[in-house]
């Protein structure tokens, strides 16, 4: 049986903003499920902004413990701005993850961070939103990562179908 090897967990996201652009950034990177806890996005899901329709390929799925959800073998990967914490920067990440990340007006509780297997933060000033925080975690998977796909090929399967621009010459 083949388990993910990516999942995201959002602990009691407040916008359906955020869970769109968290969906997309999911499509984007190869995220295989993301899971949500709490009422506050069931209830604005209605206002949904998953540009992409990532959503039919991915599943959201609400959950009742985000704990419950972490598939077999995944290490549990808490980002979070908490005191003991390792920078993003310096941060190995597990080929099977499961990542959670708080809500955007509140923190992890101490139960799920005792449980993880690492607690990283992005050394910013100041905090980043959901999305925000959950595009760079999984930027920085990719970049870190020695299977990641480059090239022309990639920007012309990825890019928007009205971009046809081209680099012509040295790039400074």
Same mark, same amino acid.
């Not at 916008?15 to 652009?21: D, E, H, K, L």
């Not at 991915?58 to 413990?65: A, M």
């Not at 022309?152 to 790039?171: A, C, F």
């Given at each position: 049986?083949?388990?993910?090897?990516?999942? =995201?967990?959002?602990?009691?996201?407040? #916008?359906?903003?955020?869970?769109?652009?968290?969906?997309?950034?999911?499509?984007?990177?190869? &995220?295989?499920?993301?899971?949500?806890?709490?009422?506050?996005?069931?209830?604005?899901?209605?206002? #949904?902004?998953?540009? +992409?329709?990532? #959503?039919?390929? =991915?599943?959201?799925?609400? %959950?009742?413990?985000?704990?419950? @959800?972490?598939?077999?073998?995944?290490? =549990? %990967?808490?980002?979070?701005?908490?005191?003991?914490?390792?920078?993003?920067? @310096?941060?190995?990440?597990?080929?099977?993850?499961?990542?959670?990340?708080?809500?955007?007006?509140?923190?992890?509780?101490?139960?799920?961070?005792?449980? @993880?297997?690492?607690? %990283?933060?992005?050394?910013? &000033?100041?905090?980043?939103?959901?999305?925000?925080?959950?595009?760079? &975690?999984?930027?920085?998977?990719?970049?870190?990562?020695?299977? @990641?796909?480059?090239?022309?090929?990639?920007?012309?399967?990825?890019?928007? +179908?009205?971009?046809? &621009? +081209?680099?012509?010459?040295?790039?400074?």
């Amino acid at each position: 049986m083949t388990y993910p090897k990516l999942c =995201i967990g959002l602990n009691n996201p407040k #916008s359906p903003t955020n869970v769109g652009a968290v969906m997309r950034a999911a499509g984007c990177f190869g &995220v295989d499920a993301v899971f949500y806890t709490g009422e506050r996005y069931a209830r604005a899901r209605k206002f #949904s902004t998953d540009t +992409k329709q990532v #959503s039919r390929s =991915i599943p959201l799925t609400g %959950v009742d413990s985000l704990l419950e @959800a972490v598939p077999e073998g995944a290490a =549990i %990967v808490c980002v979070e701005l908490v005191e003991g914490a390792q920078p993003l920067n @310096a941060f190995q990440h597990p080929e099977n993850a499961f990542y959670i990340f708080g809500p955007e007006d509140g923190t992890l509780s101490q139960g799920l961070v005792d449980r @993880a297997q690492a607690v %990283v933060y992005i050394p910013t &000033v100041g905090c980043l939103n959901l999305a925000a925080t959950v595009n760079v &975690v999984l930027y920085d998977r990719l970049a870190k990562s020695a299977n @990641a796909t480059q090239g022309d090929e990639l920007i012309r399967s990825s890019r928007d +179908k009205n971009n046809r &621009v +081209k680099v012509r010459g040295e790039p400074l």
